[in-house]
């Protein structure tokens, strides 16, 4: 039988492993914690870095290529008085990056690879809470609720912010309030005035928020986020909590009738508590022995650069190349997971730190504000366009 890598978490970057794992001719397996694979949430941006990864996989042949949005353009506007800052046609992605910038919903991608892994014999098992890892010379023993032990020779923790058994590589605590906090809604374009419906990515940038509305299902819904910055009660781990309208308009401050308008169309908001992560200070942080960290669990992020799940697919395209080569003879596990390490430590670590400057930048008052709009209306699209990380690597 081949080498088999087992993966903690099914997620999008936990399957997005597991495909990775048998395209480089590896078993896999997935030990989900919830008792069914799902994926709530709303729309993920993904840019043509990560585009081209789902397209080499053949991800984008089948419904996905329906339900995907090819959003017009990118555009910038200020959230106080409402007047456009700068705009990137999206049209010309597939000609610079070689892939289309796509908007969709995380349910559909999610599906799209449950798909591709069920098709591809990964064997899938929810209600296996995994919690306790021990490495053994030739492979590691998973201890996981649910279920008896199970021994893998690879161990990929793909098990999101809250990981915690990531520690047996990266011994740094919980993860950190961020004071952000993202509020999202989903609305039938139908359902809206003529004027709020979109083909685009518009992003409104004011003091202390930012606002993000772009299609997803096809073009049919309308993804709305607004980032606020403030605390929640209760259970910061929650995902999915219901949100009060009421709390979201306290959070706002001098928004334009734009933003107003499009707030007041969603008829329904979750929220979810930002949490964060220093970047990755070290390949050390990545993986150790044979055990990998990918996606949230390794390098959690604010979305203000929209790239957390494309970060966890590119990580798992890695992982591929590593896995390909490694059969414990003349590249061991070990030795291909300090590759994969090398290889991604550095890119994920720069993606974290722009996110975050991302963050005060979208939410500057005051002088920062007055200068970025300078910035934005002098250099337009060039200052939109990131061909470090569009480009790959
Ligand atoms: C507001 C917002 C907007 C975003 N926008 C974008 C965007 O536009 N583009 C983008 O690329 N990214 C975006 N992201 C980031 C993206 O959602 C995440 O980076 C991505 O979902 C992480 O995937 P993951 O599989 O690593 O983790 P998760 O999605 O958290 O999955 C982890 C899985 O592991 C399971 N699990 C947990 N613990 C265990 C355990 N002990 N044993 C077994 N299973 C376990 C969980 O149940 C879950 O299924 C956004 C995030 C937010 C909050």
């Known amino acids: 039988m081949n080498q088999e890598l087992l993966v903690a978490g099914g997620g999008i970057g936990g399957l997005a492993a597991a495909l990775a794992a048998r395209r480089a001719g590896w078993e896999a397996r997935v030990l989900e914690q919830a008792p069914a694979f799902s994926e709530f949430g709303a729309g993920i941006q993904l840019g043509p870095n990560v585009v081209r990864i789902l397209r080499e996989w053949g991800l984008l042949a089948g419904e996905l290529q329906q339900q995907a949005y090819m959003p017009q353009c990118l555009r910038v506007r200020d959230g106080v008085d409402g007047g456009e800052l700068a705009m990137l046609p999206l049209a010309g992605m597939e000609e610079r990056y070689g892939a289309p910038y796509l908007t969709v919903h995380r349910n559909d991608l999610h ?16 209600g296996r809470r995994v919690a306790h890892l021990a490495e053994q010379p030739d492979a590691v023993r998973v ?13 990929v923790l793909a098990d999101g912010l809250w990981s915690e058994v990531r520690s047996v590589v990266a011994p740094d605590g919980a993860p950190h309030r961020t004071g952000h906090l993202a509020y999202r809604g989903l609305v039938w374009q139908a359902d809206l005035p003529p004027p709020l419906r979109s083909r685009e990515v518009t992003v409104w940038l004011a003091p202390r928020m930012h606002l993000v509305t772009y299609p997803v299902r096809g073009g049919d819904v309308l993804n709305t986020v607004c980032l606020v910055e403030g605390e929640v009660r209760g259970d ?23 933003v107003r308008e499009h707030l007041a169309a969603v008829p329904e908001w979750r929220l979810w508590a930002l949490h964060d992560r220093a970047p990755v200070a ?4 990545l993986a150790r022995g044979r ?10 992020m604010l979305p203000y650069l929209a790239q957390g799940a494309g970060m966890a697919i590119e990580d798992a395209r890695e992982l591929q190349r590593v896995l390909a080569v490694a059969d414990d003879r003349i590249v061991d596990v ?13 890119r994920v670590a720069r993606v974290q730190a722009r996110s975050r400057r991302n963050a005060t930048i979208f939410h500057a008052d005051g002088p920062l504000r007055v200068s970025r709009n300078v910035a934005l209306r002098t250099l337009g699209g060039r200052l939109l366009d990131q061909p470090w990380l569009y480009g790959g690597k």
């Open 334 to 346: 070990p030795t291909a997971f300090r590759r994969y390490a090398l290889n991604r430590w550095q």
């Open 282 to 285: 070290s390949a050390e942080w």
């Open 111 to 126: 599906v799209a690879l449950l798909d591709a892994v069920r098709a591809g014999g990964v064997r899938l098992h929810t």
């Open 236 to 258: 910061p781990r929650s995902w999915n909590q219901l949100a009060v309208r009421s709390e979201l308009d306290a959070a706002l401050g001098p928004v334009c009738t734009g």
């Open 143 to 155: 201890k996981a609720a649910g279920g008896p032990d199970v021994e893998a020779e690879a161990v």
């Open 291 to 300: 055990v990998a960290l990918l996606g949230d669990a390794a390098h959690p």
